[in-house]
């Protein structure tokens, strides 16, 4: 059975949900109130951004102890993505959707979806 996360985190600047205000659940993503209040911003402003690439990571202003501190944040990032999508397969093979069908919408073999997720069914 898919399980929620231990801890919910914004997806979006990695803070725990006990560093900020609020945090908004999407289908696996979180968004922080500090985040959204950012977007806001941008949104309102009269100039779009002068790119549309996501702002990468400046590897090399970055030290070592910085990109590890950022390696378990990602994984409860990750974990928070596993668990919705455990969730959205229990409710597909609950509907008797079969793991042809499932295979096929992740882009995997019917083997391999059931190898995946029908432990936590
Ligand atoms: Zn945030």
Redesign the pocket.
């Known amino acids: 059975m898919a399980t929620e996360p231990r801890r919910l985190r ?6 725990a949900e006990e560093e ?1 205000a609020r945090i908004i659940a999407g289908p696996g993503s979180y ?2 109130d ?2 959204v209040a950012l977007c806001v911003r941008i949104l309102a402003a009269d100039s779009p951004p002068p790119t549309n690439e996501p702002d990468l990571p400046r590897w090399a202003s970055l030290t070592d102890e910085q990109v590890l501190e950022r390696l378990p944040k990602l994984a409860e990032i990750r974990d928070q993505v596993e668990s919705a999508l455990d969730l959205w397969v229990g409710e597909a093979r609950r509907r008797k959707v079969p793991w042809s069908r499932i295979g096929a919408a992740l882009a995997m073999t019917r083997q391999s979806a059931w190898e995946r997720f029908s432990h936590d069914i």
């Open positions: 914004c997806s979006f600047c990695l803070k900020v968004v922080c500090e985040c």
